[in-house]
């Protein structure tokens, strides 16, 4: 089995910064690319993040985040072979959601369960 878990969510004034971790454990498998979803309520999930986890590709971001949120991936170095970032910053009320990760992998896309992020104005 492969777990993932979020941490790092808050809440937080508008125009503050998070960051929200990452990390998946569990059966190696090989990972194809990690990103991040929220769901506002009311609202279906939608893509927020996501890098590959091999290669120099850029990161793919939903246009309401671009030039405020980051995605990047742990150091293998530090043992974070499989953790991936979320920077935010310049946060607004609009990205009040629940925040989940996704790890997709050869054997499949796994979910975190989930960090909740507030913004308030």
């Known amino acids: 089995q492969v777990q993932v878990e979020e941490s790092g969510g808050g809440s937080v004034q508008a125009g503050e910064s998070l960051r929200l971790a990452c990390s998946a454990s569990?059966?190696?498998?090989?990972?194809?690319?990690m990103a991040w979803h929220r769901q506002a309520p009311g609202n279906e999930r939608e893509l927020v993040a996501s890098i590959r986890w091999a290669g120099n590709e850029a990161p793919v971001y939903a246009d309401s985040v671009k030039g405020r949120f980051t995605i990047s991936r742990g150091n293998p170095r530090l043992n974070t072979k499989s953790t991936v970032y979320l920077q935010m910053n310049d946060l607004k009320p609009e990205d009040t959601a629940i925040y989940y990760c996704?790890?997709?992998?050869?054997?499949?896309?796994?979910w975190g369960q989930g960090t909740q992020v507030t913004i308030s104005s």
């Open positions: 996704r790890l997709h992998g050869r054997t499949g896309d796994y």
């Open positions: 569990g059966r190696a498998i090989a990972v194809y690319a």
